[in-house]
């Protein structure tokens, strides 16, 4: 028979396990604010290092952008493909960036820069093309016009773009299919349309060639955002009931909902690292749209888990790297985006 101490001891020490698995990851939150100190500055990737990239204007009125990194407290403008227009949205490992730009002619243009002037990476012959993800070999992912007017999505690797093709998609539609992620395997993932009736869209993940659905949370249609190192998908999954949930797809086909802040509201994964924490977007009752987290228990606002009294709103969170680094948009009184980082504390 065990003793009273020993069963005590074990009381004792399950309770503190009990307890500290209640408590709420929280974050220390940095506002790393704008360029120019006003104007916005949209975020939308994070390495392993903390450099950040995303786009940046003079705001109000102007629609003009430029494309930025942030490295060791330093914003550097790396300027547009000539057009009044930079938008980026990946950087890997090295601090590659990958996105999407006009040119002088005013077309969008993918390009990849490493710190340099941008690169545009070509098209499908179409005359135009977006990047949305790289990794840490340079390969680029996107969509791009084709030669008979399709978008589809692309993979840029060892200097050639290649068609992926799609779910079914009818040719020479305008109907828009994309590759959005890219893991250091080589592994896309994006959403194409199908070649069934009312313009039904499925998420996708494409390795070796082959392209497969990721499949639905009971509904008709999904999408794919990121994929990890580890093969795990998030993205957006529509349920029966109409309503469309961020997802985890685990490497067995699994299809997990991550559900809804306080069961309302769409909500869309929009990153996830090699742990299986996931970030991204949640509409409330009110028709707002707060950032939030979802850490393989259940899915919390952003905004409850940081210091109060910053004056900004997390409204979404856009990546997140291997340290749990969390990379989001806030808005300030005057509407104005900044970029914020948050720290696992």
């Known amino acids: ?76 403008n790396l300027g547009t493909l000539g057009g009044s227009s930079g938008i980026a949205n990946g950087i890997n490992s090295s601090g590659q960036v990958a996105g999407y730009s006009t040119n002088a002619a005013g077309a969008y243009r993918a390009f990849i820069s490493n710190g340099d002037p941008l690169i545009d990476i070509g098209d499908l012959g179409g005359g135009s093309a977006v990047a949305y993800g790289i990794n840490d070999s340079g390969q680029v992912v996107g969509s791009a016009v084709t030669k008979d007017g399709s978008n589809h999505p692309f993979l840029y690797s060892a200097g050639k773009m290649i068609d992926l093709g799609t779910l079914g998609s009818p040719e020479g539609s305008s109907w828009w299919n994309s590759s959005e992620g890219i893991n250091n395997s080589g592994v896309v993932v994006g959403y194409s349309y199908t070649d069934i009736p009312n313009f039904a869209f499925l998420g996708f993940f494409w390795s070796t060639g082959k392209m497969k659905a990721v499949g639905t949370l009971g509904g008709t249609l999904s999408q794919a955002y990121a994929v990890n190192n580890v093969g795990q998908v998030t993205g957006i999954a529509y349920l029966q009931n109409g309503l469309a949930h961020a997802f985890i797809r685990e490497t067995s086909g699994k299809m997990k909902d991550l559900g809804s802040q306080q069961q309302y509201g769409d909500t869309w994964g929009f990153a996830i690292n090699d742990s299986g924490v996931v970030v991204g977007q949640a509409q409330l009752n009110n028709g707002a749209v707060h950032a939030f987290v979802y850490n393989g228990t259940k899915m919390q606002d952003l905004n409850s888990l940081v210091p109060k009294g910053s004056g900004l709103t997390l409204i979404v969170a856009n990546g997140i790297n291997k340290s749990g680094q969390i990379l989001c948009t806030g808005e300030d009184g005057r509407g104005n985006l900044h970029t914020v980082l948050l720290t696992p504390q």
């Open 1 to 76: 028979m065990k003793s009273f101490s020993l069963i005590r001891l074990s009381l004792l020490l399950l309770l503190i396990a009990t307890v500290s698995f209640g408590f709420a990851q929280t974050y220390n939150m940095v506002d790393i604010g704008t360029p120019a100190g006003d104007g916005f500055a949209v975020p939308k990737g994070i390495n392993a290092s903390g450099q950040i990239t995303g786009s940046a204007g003079p705001g109000g009125d102007s629609a003009e952008s430029y494309v930025f990194i942030y490295s060791n407290g330093t914003f550097t």
